[in-house]
Structure formats: structure tokens, C-alpha cells
């Protein structure tokens, strides 16, 4: 005796919306169980997705707790600023209790501006002994090929110089070419303002609108400029060294009283064109 099998047909579920009064059906559908899955499913991606795009592209993510807005990107600078501030005052703890301690053993005591110069070239220059090697060959490759036998040395591109940072700091305003050709670097008063490069005093003096200012010539048609400056510390004429002290950080100035408080205003000329210094300069 056999026993028939009968098909298994799948449950179907139905999803209807009709009228409360005439019981008249306005649309009705028919589901299965995976199907039903399915739907779920899709309906919870598309509404996480939909989420994810109003976080994501309108102003609705301001409002995460911990999103970084204009305010915390603000205080990073100034939290920056402090901790700079932080270092130069442990450089001269350190310098002052070295000079102490010179002055008790009856040695000379540190000159601070070869310090300071020292300090920024080391900075600068990359700590690995093969970027060095590297980095001195291509300069000398670059001078051979640009010097012709039996005339004087040609003066270097830009690219190939090595320019002193003249401030640690931060930089709060970018170059622009039409509206604001240099930049200015946000530092602590009384930060000494160092030269880029060798050059002469060409400028030292007082301007209404830019405060203290002093220039630099320096070779193959270069020239810089450090404006807002708290005090002077050359004199038209003198010759200063790459690294060498010749100013100290401040506000001076008309153009200098704004909202970005203490700075340096750095610009960078060549052949009488102002240039980028961020192209040049590690900042």
C-alpha cells in the first residue's frame, strides 16, 4: 500500500490596504516567506544608506559628539601654538641651567644665537645618514652640470638651495597669488625670526602699516621680508648667516592688529616676482 506525497506549497502571506467603511480594497500584495526576508532586508540597507548619505554630505554631522567643527580645528592651531610656546621655554631652561653650569666650572657660556642656528639646521635636515649622502650628491651633480670651464660658479635654482625655516610655527594664512602673495605663521611673542639664507640687510626700520620690517638680500637675485615684527635685532648693512637671529615674533604694525594675533609675515621674492615659500620651505 502506497501512500500518495502530497506537494508542500509554500506559505504566501498578503499585505492589503482597503477602506475602513466600504471594505473597498485599494492595493493589495501577496508575499512568501523569503521573499518577505528579502524586503525586510532591502528596506533596512536602503534606510541605512539613506542615513549615511545625510551624515555624510549635509551639516547634520556637525551634531556627532566628537565630529571635528571649525572650533575644534581652531583650538588644534591654538593647541599647537601652546605647545611650541612649551618647547621654547624648556630650550631656554635647558640653555640657562647649560650657562649655569659653565659659569660654576669656570668655562665660556653658550652663545644662543649659534644654538638656535644649530637647532633649526638639524631640524631641517633628515636625520638618515644615506638621504644626506643622496641628497648631497644630487646637489653636486646639479652644480657640475650648470657650470661651464673657465667661467664663474652660476647661482643656484630655488630647488636646489636649502633654506632655513625662519619661525616654528603654524602656518594661518596660505599663499594667494592675487590677494595675499606671502604667508603668515602664527608663533609666540618674542620668537626669534631666523634668515632663510646668507644675505645682506637691505631694509631694517619701522612701517605704520607693516610694524617692524626687516629684508634680506640675498644671492642670485632672492629676496625676503619679515614684517610684524616685535623688535629688530640687524641693522641696514650687516651680513647675517643662514640660521642667525634677526628679529623677534610680534604684531607691530596697523596690518598686523587683527585677529591673528602674534606672527610672522614672511615673503619670498625672486628676480622681483613674490614666490610660494610653502614650494620651498618646511613649515
Not at 620690517?213 to 629688530?232: E, I, M, P, R
Request: aromatic share 8%; charged share 20%.
Amino acid at each position: 500500500m502506497t501512500k500518495e506525497k502530497r506537494d508542500v506549497q509554500p506559505r504566501r502571506y498578503r499585505v492589503s490596504l482597503a477602506e475602513q467603511e466600504s471594505q473597498r480594497m485599494l492595493w493589495q500584495r501577496d508575499f512568501t516567506r523569503p521573499l518577505l526576508w528579502l524586503s525586510g532586508v532591502a528596506v533596512v540597507l536602503i534606510g541605512a544608506a539613506l542615513v549615511w548619505c545625510l551624515i555624510a554630505f549635509t551639516p547634520l554631522r556637525t551634531t556627532i559628539p566628537g565630529y571635528p567643527d571649525a572650533r575644534s580645528r581652531n583650538m588644534a592651531v591654538q593647541n599647537a601654538i601652546k605647545i611650541d610656546s612649551l618647547e621654547q621655554i624648556i630650550t631656554r631652561w635647558d640653555l640657562y641651567a647649560e650657562n649655569l653650569r659653565r659659569v660654576v666650572s669656570g668655562e665660556l657660556p653658550l652663545n644662543i644665537d649659534s644654538v638656535i642656528r644649530a637647532k633649526a639646521v638639524s631640524d631641517s635636515l633628515p636625520a638618515d645618514a644615506s638621504a644626506l649622502a643622496d641628497r648631497d650628491s644630487l646637489l653636486r651633480r646639479t652644480v657640475a652640470s650648470r657650470l661651464d670651464p673657465g667661467s664663474k660658479p652660476r647661482p643656484l635654482p630655488l630647488e636646489g638651495r636649502h633654506f632655513i625655516t625662519p619661525v616654528k610655527g603654524v602656518v594661518s594664512r596660505e599663499y594667494d597669488p592675487v590677494q595675499h602673495p606671502y604667508i603668515d605663521i602664527s608663533a609666540p611673542a618674542g620668537t626669534p625670526v631666523l634668515a632663510v639664507l646668507d644675505g645682506t640687510v637691505l631694509y631694517a626700520g619701522w612701517n605704520e602699516e607693516m610694524g617692524y620690517t626687516v629684508g634680506l638680500q640675498h644671492a642670485g637675485g632672492l629676496v625676503t621680508f619679515y614684517k610684524h615684527n616685535q623688535k629688530l635685532l640687524k641693522a641696514v648693512g650687516d651680513k647675517v648667516a643662514a640660521g642667525t637671529s634677526i628679529a623677534l615674533v610680534g604684531n607691530s604694525g596697523s596690518a598686523g592688529n587683527t585677529d591673528a594675533g602674534d606672527h610672522l609675515h614672511f615673503e619670498l621674492w625672486y628676480e622681483g616676482e613674490a614666490l610660494n615659500p610653502s614650494q620651498y620651505i618646511n613649515f
